[in-house]
Structure formats: structure tokens, C-alpha cells
């Protein structure tokens, strides 16, 4: 339960569940033990800039608001707003993917918090470098819907569940598998077996020898497109929890920090090159004891230390001590062209949905603020313009299937 002298709110993403949302679970934990919440982008869809920040203020002081937890960073908000936060709350982020995000956007906002939750273990190193309080964090899995089905049989030798074009190295791992006898089971959008439902997910988590999952991270993001340096960083994976609570064994491939997490060889098993990939696989394939036992282990470490259920009363916990020996300092916001250049940017991204909302006082907030930055990136302006109106032309939408097909 939530500490009576705690009040939070949290903004962040709808929780209702979605396929790949896997905060949804962390959010609907925390609105269960009476925390306030707000979708601060559903609002800003409909009320535009100005309304929205208003909105935030003031439900913040009609509900006494202590705690305000922000579950992604975010550029539709603007930072100095948070800055602005930061004297009268006690500021949490929360914040995953900072292997592609942290030098161009999660920095930033985190300067303006009072404690930031991420989930590797390079990060916590530059940001307390920085003077920010932060500690990794996985406690954001519900064992009520990641669960192990007790008594189902291992029909399916090896599985992977996401995609592999443009991920770093995934389709060579595979194919290197296969030449050498070993079939994988492969789902996801880009898969010949294709996209599967949630509940088939857990399913699968649950019938599978071997869970499989790689850590490379995507090849390139609109925010990195111009860096190769990127492809040597490896990212630990939600798909390792999620089998994990599922009673699943998984063989993982070698990101730092994941012995922190589970114990390799005991809890799960893990992989640094595509012989060792493939030594592991026809090993544990053929010693049905073995590989259950680990992921015996790996299951009971999930349920004790990653079930939202446990994990985010503990959470509760730690920043509510935090938040009493909080002091009253708040250095400097600084922002550089790097992160203006993504946030006056973004404003294009909501530009293109005001214009299909038909909200003309809204497009013209966004206007202004970009006017007054007037720093932008060409390449973002053309991917937003054609994500949220070309492609949503029926007659491109045609040709853009017809060119992937």
C-alpha cells in the first residue's frame, strides 16, 4: 500500500495493456494503490501546449500533489516546466532505451528530477556524475499476466518473439543457427509466422525449451541515424523478465549488467558470440533436467524481485524516504542545441496531427515555439510529415504496401 503521507500523480501513457506497452503494469500498480493519473498526451491532442501544462499545475495544487512520476521521457512537455515542478514536488523519471536516448533527450529532463529509474547499469554512473540520485530499476511486471502455466509440456524446441530486420546482428545469429541444424520459431511483424496475440505470447513463453533473446540494439533511430558507434552497445531486454515470470528458460545474449539481475548459468543462461550461441542451444536441448532447474530458479528470482506487484510498494518506499531528506537546491537547467533541435522538431510531429484534428489555435502554439528556437531537423521534419500525412493518404498508403510487398 501507498504511504498515507505520499500523494502521487503520474503522467504518462493510457495503462491499458497494450501488446508492447510494458510500463502499462508499473502504471496500473501504482493507480491501484490510489495514485493520481494523468495522460498528459491525450490532452495535449486535444487542448494543445498551453492548456496542458496549465492543466498539470493545477491539478497538482488542487490535489496536494507530493510525488509527481513521469513513466517515459517525453518531448511533447516543456523541460523548464518540470524545472518549474521540481521546487514544490519530488520529481521522478523513468526511462529505458537511453543506449540510443540519453545524450539527445534523457540528460536533459533529468536534470530536472529528483530521482530518475532507468534499466541498465551504464547510466547511473553519468548521471550521478551529474549530481542526480537514480539506481536501476526492472520491478514493473505483473505476475498476473506474465504467468507460468503449470503442468503445460515443452513442444516447441527453441522460440523468439520480436523483430529482427534492422536489429543489430539477430537475423546472423538465427541464420547461423539454422545452418548448422538448429531451427528457431520466430514471431513478430516481420516474421514468416507473424505478429501473435498477448495471451499466445505467454503461451509460447510457457511451451518453449528455450526463450531466446538477443540485446543488440536497433541499427539506427531517427534521433542516431547518423552514428555507427551505437551498434556496439548492447541493451537488456523486457523479453528476459517476461519469460522469466513465465516459468520460462531463457538464453539471453551478453549485456552488461544483466549478473546484477539473475545469475548466469543458475537463474538464466546467457551468450557473447554465435558458437556459444550455438553450444548452449543443442547443450540445454538435450539436458531437459538442467535447463528446467535454471528455469526454476530464474522464475523465483523474477517473482521475488520483478512483480510489480512486490516491487513497486518497495518503490513507493525508497522514494518516500528520498523524498523527506530532499534539499531545497536547484542548479542550473542547462540545454544545449542537441536537445532544442529534437524538442522544436517534435513540434512538426504535432503540427501534422493538429492539422488533421482540424485545431488551429493549437498549431499556432506549436508554431511559435518553433519560431522562437528556429532550430529544426530537416530529416525529422520529413519522416513526421510523412508518418502522420502521406502514408495516411489512402492512394500513398497503397503504394507504400505495394513497395513493401
Known amino acids: 500500500m501507498i504511504m498515507q503521507n505520499i500523494n502521487i500523480l503520474v503522467l504518462g501513457e493510457n495503462p491499458k495493456g497494450k501488446y508492447t506497452d510494458i510500463g502499462a503494469d508499473f502504471t496500473n500498480m501504482l493507480v491501484k494503490d490510489s495514485a493520481h493519473f494523468i495522460e498528459y498526451s491525450d490532452i495535449y491532442l486535444i487542448h494543445g501546449f498551453k492548456y496542458t501544462h496549465q492543466y498539470i499545475i493545477d491539478y497538482v495544487r488542487n490535489h496536494c500533489i507530493n510525488v509527481i512520476i513521469l513513466t517515459q521521457a517525453t518531448l511533447y512537455l516543456d523541460v523548464e516546466f518540470f524545472h518549474a515542478l521540481q521546487k514544490n514536488v519530488f520529481m521522478v523519471l523513468t526511462v529505458s532505451d537511453t543506449e540510443h536516448y540519453f545524450e539527445v533527450i534523457d540528460q536533459y529532463l533529468a536534470q530536472t528530477m529528483d530521482l530518475v529509474l532507468v534499466t541498465d547499469f551504464a547510466t547511473p554512473g553519468m548521471l550521478k556524475c551529474m549530481g542526480i540520485d537514480t539506481f ?20 516447441i524446441d527453441i522460440s523468439f518473439v520480436g523483430l529482427i530486420k534492422d536489429k543489430f546482428l539477430r537475423a546472423s545469429y538465427i541464420d547461423y543457427l539454422k545452418s548448422n541444424g538448429v531451427e528457431v520459431d520466430i514471431y513478430g511483424d516481420d516474421s514468416s509466422k507473424g505478429r501473435i496475440s498477448f495471451d499466445e505470447k505467454i503461451n509460447l513463453y510457457n511451451t518453449s525449451k528455450i526463450n531466446l533473446n538477443f ?60 558458437d556459444e550461441l550455438l553450444d548452449k542451444s543443442c547443450y540445454y536441448l538435450k539436458n531437459d533436467d538442467q ?21 513497486v510498494p518497495r518503490l513507493i518506499n525508497e522514494i518516500d524516504i528520498r523524498r523527506r531528506k530532499k534539499k531545497n537546491i536547484y542548479p542550473v537547467l542547462y540545454l544545449d542545441k542537441t536537445f532544442l533541435i ?50 495516411k493518404i489512402c492512394f500513398f498508403k497503397k503504394i507504400r504496401d505495394l513497395l513493401r510487398g
Not at 346 to 365: A, D, Q, T, W
Open 136 to 155: 536501476t530499476y526492472w520491478g514493473i511486471f505483473s505476475s498476473l499476466k506474465f504467468k507460468k502455466i503449470f503442468g503445460v509440456s515443452k513442444s
Open 215 to 274: 540485446s543488440g540494439v536497433a541499427e539506427k533511430t531517427r534521433f542516431t541515424r547518423n552514428l555507427n558507434i551505437h551498434k556496439r552497445r548492447f541493451q537488456i531486454k523486457a523479453r528476459v523478465f517476461e519469460a522469466a515470470l513465465c516459468g520460462g528458460f531463457v538464453l539471453t545474449e551478453y549485456a552488461y549488467g544483466i549478473e546484477n539481475l539473475f545469475i548466469p548459468g543458475q537463474e538464466i543462461e546467457t551468450f557473447i558470440d554465435r
Open 291 to 311: 535447463r528446467e532447474k535454471i528455469a526454476l530458479k530464474g522464475y523465483q528470482r523474477a517473482i521475488k524481485d520483478f512483480d510489480a506487484l512486490t516491487a
Open 342 to 391: 529534437n524538442y522544436v522538431t517534435f513540434r512538426f510531429f504535432l503540427i501534422c496531427k493538429f492539422i488533421k484534428s482540424g485545431k488551429l489555435r493549437c498549431m499556432v502554439e506549436e508554431i511559435l515555439i518553433i519560431l522562437k528556437h528556429r532550430r529544426i531537423d530537416l530529416y525529422q521534419v520529413r519522416v513526421y510529415l510523412f508518418e502522420e500525412i502521406i502514408y
